[in-house]
């Protein structure tokens, strides 16, 4: 909807398209979205199989956002590491000038509880594909060819206490989220962040 707002034509990658247009619809009805806006809106089905099925769904697009997140992928599926290294690979495929890849700060680390090594060894041994861990994931992001932009946060929904919380610019390399107030280091609204997108996107 930012994006919309902001003047772009979005393709939108989804699970179910019957639903999404139904939401999109809604939206419509209770002008949530203008009717200019709709006619800006092109969802696509675009699920993560691999990434010449995801290419084709970027089409020709110019930019592209994927959130690594629990329910990223529809109300009820997760985007995990390994899809977004999908989706980052099929930008690179479609001739993506520029992706922003957003995800939670707080699922790189460990809580060092004896626990974290016993699941896992277990998760290693009967899981079919670990995903990759953030830092995998940038390591990979930084082999392709695409620009790109990370963007570490903790999303928080928009009606949430959190909402009044403000973006936070911090030097390359700087670790401001470490220390005991981390859990709160980098909590943003959705609306704030999809802003910030924007804004990479606009300049």
Request: aromatic share 6%; net charge negative; hydrophobic share 40%.
């Amino acid at each position: 909807q930012t994006l919309l707002q902001r003047g772009f034509s979005v393709r939108a990658g989804v699970p179910d398209l019957g639903a999404a247009q139904d939401l999109a619809r809604v939206a419509a009805t209770y002008k949530i979205l203008s009717n200019d806006e709709v006619k800006r809106l092109n969802a696509v089905q675009s699920p993560f199989q691999d990434a010449e099925s995801i290419a084709k769904a970027i089409g020709n697009a110019t930019k592209v956002v994927v959130t690594v997140g629990a329910t990223e992928n529809g109300p009820d599926a997760q985007v995990s590491t390994s899809d977004a290294l999908l989706v980052v690979q099929a930008a690179e495929l479609a001739g993506v000038s520029h992706v922003a890849i957003v995800y939670d700060g707080t699922i790189s680390g460990s809580t060092y509880n004896v626990l974290d090594g016993i699941t896992s060894f277990f998760g290693n041994l009967f899981a079919k594909s670990q995903p990759l861990t953030i830092s995998d994931l940038i390591e990979k992001v930084a082999q392709t060819d695409v620009a790109y932009t990370l963007i570490k946060t903790s999303l928080t929904e928009d009606f949430s206490p959190e909402k009044a919380y403000n973006v936070v610019v911090s030097a390359e390399g700087s670790n401001s989220g470490s220390g005991s107030s981390s859990s709160e280091a980098y909590k943003v609204p959705k609306l704030k962040i999809a802003s910030l997108v924007a804004d990479i996107f606009a300049n």
